[in-house]
């Protein structure tokens, strides 16, 4: 028999048989390893547990331990979902059920919606079939005849999937023992017993393969986990996920709103979160000229011509809206403003003396997102990004960065974010078409990048083959207080649009060079900045950024008098607050204040008004005694000037 050498991740080496499984290999080395296994990596691939390992090779045995197993296993648990819904309802077609970060999915074809009532029925199942602990096993079978067989079962998907993705007389088929069958490349676990701590969360309507043009399906949504502790932990935070929707609270809290008649994905500011923006945008421009920017305004549209020229056009078409025809030509809204920037630095000639130039701007774009991915100021179809680009020099390239980089953390810390994580996107040399530049570029882009980082001891995920398609990028990820991250600073590396746009500097030697170029943003964009700060702090923003610092509550009629003198001198010190004159009980005014998530009540009786006292109520910390109007002045505004972001 032919034996082949498995070299295990301690560095051991194990000569075995040709054929001879993981699961076999875990065996041999401890019945311990064998029982905790769920899959395993061959030569960092991962594996079936029972796949025969027929060349050499280093082999690690997945378990719970190892990170990557949380993915197969939830791969299993969308398996065993679709296996629970097609025992219940056997008339259903299916999509695709992919793992996710946060859980998995399966998508559905089925006349009938699915009701709340029948997540509770499906996931009975799942425990019953779990129970029943039937195996989970890759076989190949003839890719003719099971697309005949999966036609005449009516899984037009699954044809379609296999006709687009195999090409081979051969294909990967995954059984779940005799209840279920599917088009899958795998891994999974071993057997459905191995799925101990799940949840079915919603159902949502969703369109095959995403495209709007395609038929309708139910996507339901599940979590899992190796245990229930880590399931109810999870399940706890989702609850209060759903507690700090920012939809929910900007209604709530009067912060902006989508109008139907204006159309979806268009957000309207009202004054309240009109307050919040505002301050946002000033301490970012503030930074902009402390920083070395000049801030620039660009028009919305320009001619299409310019969106050919940079590369857009034939890049990211489908995200933009269609052209209007104008009097000269066809017009394009702006999806992006780097164009913008570019022509202003192209206005005149440039020294090298006079790099790096840094433009920034508040700058408004439009992108067309699909009907189905709009999420309140999460995903909307016009924002307003807080764009940078900076041209430099290659040399100046890694200073730059530096400084971006120390930029964002410096926005995550102003707004109240202590926690971040890091990722660099790049290009892994396959697909060309999908990127601009030559692989040499891209070494010298990545390597820039690379750098930086390293310069300012950042750890970074690397992200192979997740770049812009102009060149590579750090991407920073806060976390939000109750450990969600979001995607929110870029910094991109683009030697693509210098060269499509023949920028030059002269340089030292009397020559023209081209400069390189940075895109820079920190917030993505204000709208989902703001709806990324409205989650974090659950609507109760920190003093500098809250809407109505302070509310002044009288107890009776008898101090409306005083109360509107209170109301006015907090004012004149540049503090925000009303006044709730109401004929209504004190512990009503408070309540409603509580509500609107004020950080001050100061609350006004006959003894208060006597002795030119408020007593002051914060909404977290309750009474926190009496102070005279202008100790609560100099207090307050000390905490407003220091920007704390805590209460």
Known sequence: MESILVTLPDGTEK????????????????????????????????????????????????????????????????????????????????????????????????????????????????????????????????????????????????????????????????????????????????????????????????????????????????????????????????????????????????????QDEAGPGLIFWHPKGGVIRRLMEDWLREQYVARGYGLVYTPHVARHDLWRTSGHADFYSDDMFSTMKLDDSDYQLKPMNCPFHILIYKNGLRSYRDLPVRLGELGTVYRYERSGVMHGLLRVRGFTQDDAHIFCTPEQVKSEVIGCVDFALDVLKTFGFSTFEVELSTWDGGNSEKYAGSAEEWEMAENGLFSALKEREIDAKIMPNEAAFYGPKIDVKLVDAIGRPWQLSTVQFDFNLPRRFALEYIGEDGKAHRPVMVHRALWGSVERFFGVLIEHYAGAFPLWLAPVQVIVLPITDRQNGFSEQVQKQLLAAGIRAELDPRSEKINFKIREAQIQKIPYMLVVGEREAKDDTVAVRHRKRGNEGTLSVEEFITNTSSLIDSRVTTD
């Open 15 to 258: 000569i075995v048989e040709k054929g001879t499984t993981a699961c076999d290999i875990a065996k041999e080395i401890s019945p311990r390893l064998a029982q905790s296994a769920l899959a395993a990596k061959l030569n960092n691939e991962a594996i079936d547990l029972a796949e025969p390992i027929v060349s050499d090779g280093s082999l690690k045995i997945l378990t719970e331990r190892d990170p990557e197993s949380l993915e197969i296993y939830r791969h299993s648990s969308a398996h065993l979902l679709a296996a629970a819904v097609l025992e219940l309802y056997p008339e259903t077609k299916l999509g695709i059920g992919p793992p996710t970060e946060q859980g998995f999915f399966y998508d559905f074809e089925r006349e009938e919606p699915f009701t709340p009532e029948d997540l509770e029925r499906i996931e009975e199942r799942m425990r019953e079939i779990v129970k029943r602990n039937p195996r989970n096993y890759r076989v190949w079978l003839p890719r003719q005849e099971t697309l005949a067989e999966f036609r005449e079962a009516g899984e037009q998907m699954k044809c379609e999937l296999i006709e687009e993705k195999t090409d081979e007389d051969s294909i990967s088929i995954y059984k779940t023992g005799d209840l279920f069958l599917d088009f899958c490349r795998g891994p999974h676990v071993p057997s459905m017993g191995r799925i101990k701590a799940f949840k079915l969360l919603s159902v949502a309507g969703a369109y095959w393969k995403g495209n709007e043009n395609n038929q309708r399906l139910q996507r339901i949504y599940g979590t899992s986990f190796f245990n229930k502790k880590d399931l109810n932990a999870y399940l706890l935070r989702v609850e209060e996920a759903k507690k700090r929707d920012h939809r929910k609270l900007g209604k709530q809290l009067d912060l902006f709103s989508v």
